[in-house]
């Protein structure tokens, strides 16, 4: 029995998240389309979704450069070939590596963040007050969450993009001897723009999926301190195996 | 004429059944005290007159029925104070109490006048720019009370509007309450612990016990010596 219980609690919080995940989509889109979601509050939350991940974009996308500057340089100089490495260290920053870590920032900074508020809100009652005013809290408090992430998202990834890179050319210039010149023309001639395109989709929808995470999370979280604190807890770990499972699916589908 | 009146409600969580086939009835102006052992049900009562919590039964305000013409009608005629004031954050006291006003589209220069009428009434004329952060816990409980009145709600459901408030604050936020009834025809349902300061000034006092709403009869010390029993 406690077996049968121990496989099937995470099943049914598998499915639970799912469904509330789905359920949040589907409302989101439905006040979208009835032009229910006000503007003010998605481009706010675009706003202070940006800033409030600038500080750590940046950081993760410097680690980032240094990443790809030094797993190139390992091939530039195992082969001698300068000219390839700004073309892997696009590759990788942009396409690879660079999504992935924003990915896991936005999860950690925004997904707890929305979380945290939402599960905050319900818990003292804000969520029951403004549905006692006949607020349909679905498009004023969940939908510009959802619509917000994504856009943010893809403005953090193109920021991140060329910090990383900025970052990954000093380094190289610094530590192996890869001029300036030499990265950004091998970029110039070997990168494809479908690269560029693909990792901004994928921070779109790692944004996406982290948001429909938090805000389901928030939204269902117990009363009190503790119901807070389990659903930022449970939005991190979910968006973080949800963004891990569609950064394995993006790029094997992609590659495949 | 009846402003609100529910009938046929069963409440439950869980197994536990709070309310089985309950109904209660108020006339426009009229006070209801809604007393009761804490966790009897009280609060899952209120939030289940405006449709926030699951329940049988049907509720009408003004004749607006919950069951025909859906609970966004009987919530844009019922205005609610929910335990705690439910403010949002980021919003000042004149956004926060404005907001059912401007989701009615009403003219802002309206918006403006009538919010800062029943600011003013309500001691908040100093307050209009701040954020809830700013404000005493009795302000915010005046400012989330100003909120639910400004749309002139039909009915007004409050639960426990006064706890935790100083003695001062409590008596100041009663008189704007019983003030809201008179002054604007309002049917008031408000549940509390506190039998003797409140629910002596209500016209028809219910007491929430064994899945039932008993209504009293008789005065505070008739309820007293009847709850006791």
């Known amino acids: ?256 | 004429m009846t402003a609100l009146a529910a009938a046929g409600l069963v409440l439950r969580a869980g197994p536990r059944v709070f309310l089985d086939g309950a109904g209660l009835a108020l006339a426009a102006g009229e006070v209801g005290a809604l007393v009761g052992a804490a966790g009897c049900g009280k609060s899952l009562l209120v939030r289940a007159l405006c449709g926030l919590y699951p329940s049988e039964g049907e509720v009408r305000v003004n004749g607006v029925s919950s069951r025909a013409d859906g609970w966004e009608a009987v919530r844009a005629r019922t205005g609610v104070l929910l335990g705690a004031p439910g403010l949002l954050d980021d919003l000042t006291v004149l956004d926060n109490v404005a907001w059912r006003l401007r989701r009615q589209r009403l003219p802002e220069d309206q918006v403006r006048t009538r919010v800062g009428g029943l600011l003013d009434e309500f001691g908040l004329g100093d307050a209009v720019g701040k954020i809830p952060a700013e404000l005493s816990g009795g302000m915010q409980r005046r400012a989330a009370l100003a909120r639910a009145l400004v749309s002139q709600p039909a009915v007004l459901i409050l639960d426990d509007p006064t706890a935790g408030l100083d003695p001062v604050t409590t008596t100041g936020v009663v008189q704007l309450i019983l003030g809201a009834a008179r002054g604007r025809g309002a049917a008031v349902l408000w549940t509390t612990h506190d039998l003797a300061g409140v629910a002596a000034r209500a016209h028809r006092v219910w007491v929430m016990r064994g899945g039932r709403l008993d209504a009293l009869a008789g005065d505070a010390g008739g309820w007293a010596a009847e709850l006791a029993a």
């Not at chain 1, 990443?67 to 190139?72: D, E, K, L, M, T």
């Open chain 1, 1 to 256: 029995m406690s077996a049968l219980a121990a496989v099937g609690r995470p099943v049914l919080v598998v499915t639970q998240v799912t469904g509330a995940m789905l359920l949040g989509a589907l409302r989101a889109a439905r006040a979208a389309l009835r032009f229910r979601v006000p503007l003010r509050e998605t481009v706010r939350q675009v706003e202070r979704s940006g800033l409030a991940c600038l500080p750590l974009t940046v950081f993760a996308s410097i680690s980032v450069g240094c990443i790809v500057a030094v797993q190139g340089m390992g091939y530039v100089r195992r082969y001698s070939a300068p000219e390839v490495y700004g073309w892997a260290a696009y590759f990788s920053a942009v396409r690879e590596v660079g999504p992935l870590l924003m990915g896991l920032a936005l999860s950690a900074r925004l997904g707890a963040l929305h979380a945290a508020e939402l599960a905050a809100m319900k818990a003292t009652d804000r969520v029951d007050a403004l549905r006692a005013l006949g607020v349909d809290v679905h498009a004023v408090l969940v939908a510009p969450r959802i619509l917000a992430m994504p856009l943010a998202a893809v403005l953090l990834m193109a920021w991140s993009d060329a910090v990383s890179l900025g970052s990954a050319t000093l380094f190289a210039w610094a530590f192996g001897d890869v001029t300036p010149w030499t990265t950004w023309g091998s970029i110039h001639k070997y990168s494809l723009w479908s690269d560029l395109l693909l990792g901004l989709a994928k921070a779109a929808m790692y944004g996406l999926f982290s948001a429909l995470a938090a805000t389901a999370i928030g939204m269902s979280a117990d009363a009190g301190a503790d119901g807070v604190g389990r659903a930022v807890m449970r939005a991190a770990v979910v968006s973080i195996v949800v963004i891990v499972v569609l950064n394995h699916a993006l790029t094997v589908g992609w590659a495949g």
